[in-house]
């Protein structure tokens, strides 16, 4: 999901700013249904592997860092559903020329925290290894 939110950060939302209000519908609609296609087999794939480390977590993998991940996690799903998807609708329904820059700032939260996320992995694959 890192790569995902960045491009999205960096490219995808920054363009949706540019897109006159004129095809903004349109562009909303078909952004909402190719990346659900694209992001939801990994967010569930993230899920699922996130519960299994919060309960089967690898002895070398430190308790604390899961937990790490969880809430990161949790941070990301939260911003999604409270302040990306409203604001999606919005852009969908009733567009504005400011609501592409209001996506790209309100994005940084999950982009962060999916970066972060991605740090925490490499942690435990290094614990895992006997590197970290």
Known sequence: MVGVIWFV???H???LALVGTERAV???EQHQRRTGQVVA?????EGVTTLVLLFSRPAEV???LPWIGALLLAVALVCTVFLSVPLH???ATDPSTDIGARLVKTNWPRTI????RAAVG??????MSGQL
């Not at 925290?113 to 972060?116: E, F, K, V």
Request: aromatic share 6%; hydrophobic share 65%; net charge positive.
């Open 13 to 15: 939302y920054p363009l």
């Open 26 to 28: 349109v562009v909303a």
């Open 62 to 64: 430190s308790l604390i």
């Open 41 to 45: 087999v990994p967010m569930g794939a």
């Open 113 to 116: 925290a999916w970066s972060l």
């Open 89 to 91: 609708g919005k852009m």
């Open 9 to 11: 950060q960096r490219v």
């Open 122 to 127: 490499a942690a435990m694959l290094l614990q």
